[in-house]
């Protein structure tokens, strides 16, 4: 006999998309039929285009360039002051070949904002970022690393150098 949380969810999706879902005898309901995707979305040119963090954090940066956008224990940074922190790690992480298919250890305090500018960071470079916690011992994040394929590392030291301001190249 069938659930009585599989006929809950049969009896939902018959009430909300009118009966046509895919269905096989015997099979419970695996999903929408394509063909009731347009009832349910009215279109599918409907959908937004695909974004990414980044894409978001950029168009509510130019949006509200002044509103506060993260703060902690040093104050608050405006979304313009963020993006230009986050533009500037980025682009010295470029600078040591971090990019698409790259993976980034990260490995800083929680709850301060070198962590989240960091990770934003190796976002904006295109790469993944792997976190470590910063009081898990050395031994499991040279663990962690070394499987995720870890090519550069984020940590306090490194944060350091990697934020330092840059000659401009004339």
Partial sequence: APSERRLRSEQWAQDSFGGRTERSEGRPVSGLAVEAAPAVLG????????????????ATAAAHPGAPALEDGDGALSYADLIAAVDRLA????????????????????????????????????????????????????????????TTVIADDTYAALNRPRPSVS
């Fill in 91 to 150: 682009r010295a992480l470029v600078v040591q070949q971090v990019g698409p298919g790259s993976r980034v250890g990260v490995r800083l305090p929680s709850g301060g904002r070198h962590l989240y500018l960091a990770i934003l960071a190796v976002l904006m470079a295109g790469a993944a970022y792997v976190p470590v916690d910063a009081d898990d011992p050395d031994e499991r994040a040279e663990l962690v690393f070394a499987e995720a394929g870890v």
């Fill in 43 to 58: 279109s599918p040119d409907l959908a937004p285009p695909a974004r990414t963090l980044i894409d978001i954090l950029c």
